[in-house]
């Protein structure tokens, strides 16, 4: 593998999370600690970088007051001769949250950047900086690409315990020193609230960091906030923000469980008192974007949408779907004709012509669902499906109708190198998708990656759906439900491009780095 070194990058994060002290998680259980108010603003949340390109990204930040942000890049650690750019006011109106758009950054290269918080009446007064470091995308070949992807944080009710030092798996990801970490969804859960303790099925507790937005299913805009702020109350996880950048998507937990558009909560129903998702999900997807460094959901940006394609070099370009927005209700899944599927026709067609265009060796489809995998929706005790697939391996029926012609675009305009990553079901499992197993066939073989989750509940491996040709090579997956993040069953997974042989390998981890299962596959190949 030909990836780029990396000189001085840990030996910078070592000594310039200068607030990491502030959001120290106590030693016992207990709420979330407080901040000292010196008078100066201060970024206790940490840092992020999200969709880096060859030669810009975007650096966030929040602020315990009213700010201007102020974000300083060097190419050493020492910050001789930075170069300066100048922020948004961070007040109230965004929860204090901000991003700046750094541009014109060389290409392939590593930054180190410093973010200064500047009193508004007098830019003289100014808090301590905080500090990160993150790597341009290489238009070299040889330097090949490496990145990580998981999904599902604080699920079921498994949160920030300082027992166990909090969300440790980010340390083992931060080791293996990525390009970048994909975010497949459910980075939060806004539907599960977080009690002080749990029980364990060895009679021992699970002690959480408590909040008062995690008291309680998020309704209003500052619950759905809460959450945000609750998982950056992580110091593994402000570090590893502060060290790799981020490619975040969202599915359903954003939100509440199993979510679609112009969904009506019924009114047995007595943990909400807004009944109407789509209120919901307007005030969740703006915590969101207040939250996540996206690139199309910037205050001022036309698109306003959370699907988009990062060009990652000449190796790979990711395609970032919301299979949540522009799907439409969750049912039997059996319908004949569904022209709006669960991407919606507009995102479908935007997908099929990024794919034709994109002259990247690899396509990396980034879904918030898996496609074969049967995701039941028992919400409220309906018998409908919540994902592509409904368990009817005969042809194509329901949301399959649209991934079916998806597929057979990518093969009849010969577009090579397509591989599909999502986490949603809480364990890890590779799938291969072949023809002759199919009852549809007209679609070139493809692999399937599964990983997570995080930090939440794990459950069994999902039943497969044969309408497309599954065979499950790999799992690994707990026999009970809810399996707590104590008895393992965590994981992330690893893609690795090599610079040379343009080789993509693929790395399913559990939660301290250990290696569950490998696979290769060759450019331009089908059939693997």
């Not at 440790?168 to 303790?197: E, N, Q």
């Amino acid at each position: 593998m030909s990836h780029r070194p990396l000189p001085g990058r840990r030996s910078v994060l070592r000594g310039s999370l200068v607030t990491s002290a502030a959001l120290t998680l106590p030693v016992g259980l207990g709420t979330a600690p407080a901040f000292a108010r010196s008078g100066r603003p201060e970024a206790g949340w940490g840092v992020q970088t999200g969709d880096v390109s060859a030669d810009s990204a975007l650096v966030w930040v929040r602020s315990d007051r009213p700010a201007r942000m102020v974000v300083e890049t060097s190419a050493t650690e020492s910050f001789r001769d930075p170069r300066r750019w100048h922020g948004p006011l961070l007040d109230a109106r965004t929860d204090f949250t901000g991003t700046t758009r750094l541009h014109g950054l060389p290409s392939g290269e590593q930054i180190h950047y410093r973010v200064l918080l500047a009193d508004p009446d007098d830019p003289r007064r100014t808090g301590a900086p905080v500090t990160g470091t993150f790597r341009t995308v290489s238009r070299r070949r040889r330097d090949g690409v490496r990145f990580l992807w998981s999904g599902d944080l604080a699920g079921q009710g498994w949160g920030i315990n300082p027992d166990r030092g909090g969300y440790r798996i980010y340390d083992a990801m931060a080791k293996l020193d990525p390009d970048f970490f994909l975010c497949s969804g459910d980075a939060v859960y806004a539907d599960g609230p977080i009690a002080a303790t749990q029980a364990l099925p060895d009679g021992s507790t699970w002690r959480n960091v408590t909040t008062e937005e995690k008291s309680k299913v998020a309704e209003t805009l500052d619950e759905y906030r809460g959450n945000f702020r609750y998982n950056l109350l992580d110091a593994n996880l402000r570090r590893f923000n502060a060290q790799v950048p981020s490619v975040v998507q969202w599915d359903d937990h954003e939100v509440r469980n199993n979510w679609y558009p112009g969904e009506v909560i019924a009114s047995s129903g007595t943990r909400y008192t807004e009944k109407s998702v789509d209120v919901l999900a307007a005030r969740a997807r703006r915590a969101f974007s207040e939250y996540s460094p996206v690139s199309t959901l910037r205050p001022g940006v036309r698109e306003g949408r959370v699907y988009r394609v990062l060009r990652q070099g000449p190796l790979l370009d990711v395609f970032v779907l919301d299979m949540r927005t522009y799907r439409n209700a969750n049912s039997p899944d059996d319908r004949t004709v569904d022209p709006q599927g669960i991407l919606g026709r507009e995102q479908l067609e935007w997908l099929k012509r990024e794919l034709a265009r994109s002259r990247a060796v690899w396509k990396v489809i980034a879904a918030d669902m898996p496609l074969g995998l049967v995701v039941p929706d028992t919400t409220e005790n309906r018998p409908n499906f919540e994902a592509v697939a409904q368990g009817d391996p005969g042809a194509p029926l329901g949301r399959e109708l649209q991934i079916a012609e998806l597929l057979r675009f990518v093969k009849h305009r010969r577009i090579t190198g397509t591989v599909w990553l999502t986490a949603d079901v809480h364990h890890t499992s590779a799938q291969h998708y072949q023809p002759s197993r199919a009852a549809f066939t007209d679609f070139e073989p493809f692999w399937e990656f599964v990983s997570g989750p995080l930090n939440a509940g794990a459950f069994p491996a999902s039943a497969l759906d044969g309408t497309f040709g599954p065979e499950r090579v790999f799992v690994k997956a707990p026999a009970a439900s809810n399996v707590s993040p104590a008895g393992g069953y965590q994981f992330f997974g690893e893609v690795d491009i090599d610079g040379g042989s343009g080789e993509l390998t693929v790395r399913l981890r559990e939660q301290d780095g250990t290696v569950l299962f490998t696979r290769t596959l060759q450019p331009g190949r089908v059939g693997q």
